[in-house]
């Protein structure tokens, strides 16, 4: 039997315009990626996090996959709104889904097309955007990550600070690659480690710039910018715990209006190391299936 050519894929997932299915809020929304094998059978491969109060969700979590070059692989991207703990989305509000293959989406780089609901109707105005990215980096960096005296977004308590990682693409304009989780009333966060992929961060390029962006959590989904800062994986990977890598939070909004504004606060990187412990296959090959470790 000949070997097949395969790539490592990774999906980067975000909506518009979605249906509103909550009473008194909007959709919480997830993505959950399925693939079909033969005929009508489809199965789960993976789900994106649910992003809590958004109607123009943009994902964290990617999809990695398999891209065959000699075969046609049936992908479907449904959105659901999720409103329970279960993991059965069968009893959670469908929001609309997107059929096509994965050929469709590497040839594109990015597709955007518009969500329909299972009778074959539109999904209202909603829409999804899928770029797809070829890894060829099996590297992962590890990250330990605090903040200390944060601006305090809230009238009653203290901020809800979480942190967006994005990198820079050619064209200028930034995407988000990871999300950390919402350390609630604490203006001195420590966020648990983290791990990214060298390629999803800065397209393994050492020098490429990276954007962290440090927000306030709303449960209305209209989370207040603290502050952000742009740096390096070649300054970032200076870091240890015994001389962590320290930078200004900015706000440029607050900055511009008061003359004596300093900073919204320190983002403190104890630890960055960059590790193939978690690493994949990846990169183009000629050698049959490739699969995560």
């Excluded at 901020?159 to 930034?174: A, I, M, R, V």
């Excluded at 995407?175 to 648990?192: A, D, G, Q, S």
């Excluded at 207040?224 to 740096?231: A, E, K, N, P, Y």
């Excluded at 504004?261 to 690493?279: A, L, M, T, W």
Aim: hydrophobic share 30%; aromatic share 10%; with cysteine.
């Amino acid at each position: 039997m000949a070997a097949q050519c395969v790539t490592k894929v990774e999906l980067t997932i975000a909506c518009t315009n979605l249906l509103d299915k909550d009473v008194g809020s909007k959709s919480d929304p997830l993505c959950v990626l399925l693939q079909n094998t033969s005929g009508q059978q489809w199965y789960e491969v993976d789900r994106t996090e649910r992003v809590k109060n958004s109607l123009n969700p943009k994902f964290a979590k990617k999809f990695l996959i398999d891209y065959y070059f000699e075969l046609v692989q049936k992908l479907k991207f449904g959105i659901y709104d999720i409103d329970n703990k279960t993991f059965d989305l069968n009893d959670d509000d469908f929001l609309g889904e997107f059929e096509c293959t994965l050929g469709q989406i590497v040839s594109s780089r990015t597709l955007t097309k518009p969500l329909v609901l299972k009778n074959g109707r539109p999904a209202g105005r909603g829409s999804i955007t899928v770029t797809a990215e070829e890894v060829k980096d099996n590297r992962m960096v590890v990250f330990e990550v605090e903040a200390r005296k944060l601006d305090n977004k809230d009238f009653f308590g203290k901020s809800d600070p979480y942190l967006e990682f994005h990198k820079q693409t050619g064209d200028g304009n930034w995407v988000m690659v990871h999300r950390t989780e919402v350390i609630k009333n604490n203006l001195n966060p420590v966020w648990r480690p983290f791990k990214i992929s060298l390629n999803s961060l800065c397209y393994s390029d050492m020098d490429k710039s990276i954007k962290v962006e440090c927000y306030d959590y709303d449960s209305d989904g209209s989370h207040d910018l603290i502050g952000s800062f742009q740096t390096t994986m070649s300054k970032l990977k200076e870091a240890s715990r015994s001389s962590p890598v320290e930078f200004e939070c900015i706000n440029e909004k607050k900055r511009q209006k008061k003359k004596t504004y300093k900073n919204s606060g320190i983002v403190s990187v104890k630890h960055c190391e960059v590790s193939d412990i978690f690493r994949y296959d990846s990169g183009f090959k000629c050698s049959g299936i490739t699969t995560l470790i």
